[in-house]
């Protein structure tokens, strides 16, 4: 019975992430087929093959990529911007997922340091992200402070501080390993910390 149990267990925690993967990786093909899948369906009607809506997708994203960079194309992606950051509620709006989307895919990324910051008042540690460390822009008196965005365990919520620089130990771990570890609750760890 003893051994019938722990290959039930085995076999759940072998099966379970392989199937939570599948369906996750299903229910976005579906979401991003979707978005102009279910226009082209229509037009298409028995011709359609699922995956051409995020094939189009795809071409799409591309060719507005590459039309961004060009002289008029680029001028008027321009002029929508500078209309979208004047509009109230919007431009906040835009900003913030501009200014997101940059920090993952943009030149100057942010989570790109993992930083270690301590706790105040105990010897507890908590590992953030550095995503920001020009603070004098936003408010002159935190010249000498950066701004570590820390993750929730079990989630993509979490918390920004804005922390003394002296008091944030970058520290020499790949930001993908640092965010497992984090979401995970400590339980992934695919390599060593180097920190001092």
Do not use: C
Not at 63 to 70: A, D, N, R, V
């Amino acid at each position: 019975m003893k051994t019938l149990l722990k290959s039930f267990v085995n076999g759940i925690l072998t099966i379970v992430p392989i199937i939570l993967v599948i369906f996750v990786i299903y229910k976005t093909f579906l979401f991003l087929d979707g978005l102009l899948g279910n226009t082209l369906r229509p037009y298409l009607k028995d011709d359609y093959i699922p995956g051409i809506g995020l094939l189009t997708t795809i071409v799409l994203i591309t060719l507005l990529g590459w039309l961004s960079t060009k002289f008029v194309t680029g001028s008027i992606i321009k002029l929508i911007d500078k209309l979208l950051e004047r509009i109230p509620v919007v431009k906040t709006i835009y900003s913030v997922i501009k200014d997101t989307v940059q920090s993952f895919l943009g030149e100057k990324k942010s989570f790109s340091k993992v930083a270690l910051v301590v706790i105040p008042g105990t010897e507890m540690r908590s590992m953030g992200f550095i995503t920001s460390e020009q603070l004098e822009d936003f408010y002159s008196p935190l010249k000498d402070h950066v701004a570590v965005y820390v993750p929730q365990t079990f989630q993509v919520a979490g918390f920004t501080f804005l922390i003394p620089k002296e008091q944030v130990e970058i520290i020499d771990v790949k930001p993908e390993d640092a965010m497992k570890f984090i979401l995970s609750g400590g339980m992934t760890s695919t390599s060593k910390v180097n920190g001092k």
